[in-house]
């Protein structure tokens, strides 16, 4: 394969007409950083973490009032289950294809069926704006192998939109948190990545609660606690990845630490309460659901600080050697191959390390071949 071919399809998303590479396929690669633009025109006009949050804001709103109006819907019984008071309604259809008898059966059902049925249709319109909206700045773009690169990235913060919370709320994860890093520093996306109400929502640390927090005390009758989910998807995939040496212990005291990183005013967590329309869907701290005390994660003593403690976590995290061997192999398995040579992942996690880029230089380099003699 020529190197001109390498450039266009290993390190692009191929080559359009009249594309060219002026004879220095390595140099036409490089130069892409120059030109990138984090917020095109199509990204500019998609929805955003603020307005996808407004209408997530308006149906949680909807559903308060209906339980106001017509109590708690009635939960189905499960032979062994725990009742879980957070829970969000079940999905439903809308109340015009609703059964003549549900509504009778159960007050506010249809109600709520509808409500439901117009926030899932803002979702999925959300959501198609975006994919739309990333398929023309990808298209159109004279940075193909950094728009690339925001699809790595974007593959490597994956969330699923199986949530209606999370649906629309995806495609603004990818343009607010990684784009406008993805030729920066590595630890300021995943700062941003792991506080954008997307993964927030996704991975349930909104609704994570310290044992022994003061919030927790409120609500003794009533069952909330500690959510692992996102501290061990950050340390099993974001930043050191599997078999790396932490433990059990060590995801269960991260999750301690990030107690409190949570959602306003919208989910199911503790900042619904937070219901100040101009910040829904923006990341909060809330100290009263905050684990106390100091934290040990990997043999490091994290003392007690409030957001800061899982904050010093998560920029240790970013900076380990495991993070860099990590990422460096996911990023020469995307553009060398599956069974990279070692070597080259040496090379990159080095170059990971130094600059804490996340494009390092040794990437965009994988072709070249040192002369002999």
Not at 134 to 139: D, G, K, Q, Y
């Amino acid at each position: 394969m020529s190197t001109s071919s390498i450039a266009f399809n290993r390190f692009g998303l191929g080559a359009r007409p009249g594309d060219g590479v002026s004879g220095d396929p390595e140099g036409w690669v490089l130069a892409q950083c120059d030109r990138f633009e984090a917020r095109p025109a199509a990204i500019a006009g998609a929805p955003s973490t603020a307005s996808v949050s407004a209408g997530l804001a308006t149906y949680f709103a909807e559903q308060k009032a209906i339980r106001t109006q017509f109590g708690p819907r009635a939960a189905k019984p499960v032979a062994g289950a725990i009742p879980d008071p957070m829970a969000a309604p079940v999905p439903a259809m809308s109340a015009a294809m609703a059964p003549p008898d549900m509504a009778a059966a159960e007050p506010g059902e249809a109600a709520r069926q509808a409500a439901r049925q117009r926030a899932g249709k803002l979702s999925r319109d959300d959501y198609g704006a975006a994919v739309a909206a990333r398929t023309i700045a990808a298209l159109t773009s004279d940075a193909p192998f950094v728009e690339r690169l925001v699809h790595f990235w974007a593959n490597h913060f994956a969330v699923s939109t199986d949530k209606l919370e999370v649906t629309g709320l995806a495609g603004p994860m990818e343009f607010e948190a990684i784009r406008p890093h993805v030729l920066g520093k590595f630890a300021d996306m995943l700062n941003a990545v792991e506080r954008h109400p997307a993964m927030l929502l996704y991975l349930d640390q909104a609704v994570s609660v310290g044992p022994d927090s003061a919030f927790a005390a409120r609500r003794a009758k009533r069952r909330s606690g500690l959510n692992e989910n996102l501290a061990r998807e950050i340390m099993e995939l974001h930043t050191l990845g599997v078999r790396s040496g932490y433990t059990q212990a060590d995801v269960t005291e991260f999750a301690r630490a990030m107690t409190g990183w949570t959602v306003a005013g919208i989910g199911r967590g503790p900042g619904a309460r937070v219901q100040d329309d101009s910040r829904a869907g923006a990341f909060v701290f809330l100290a009263d659901v905050h684990q106390p005390g100091d934290r040990i994660v990997m043999g490091k003593r994290y003392p007690a600080g409030g957001e800061a403690q899982a904050q010093a976590v998560l920029a240790d995290l970013a900076v380990h050697p495991a993070t860099a061997t990590h990422i460096a192999t996911k990023l020469a398995r995307h553009f060398a191959g599956d069974t990279p040579p070692p070597a080259m992942v040496a090379r990159i996690a080095a170059a990971f390390r130094a600059s804490g880029a996340t494009c390092p230089p040794s990437t965009a380099r994988w072709w070249h071949r040192p002369k002999r003699g």
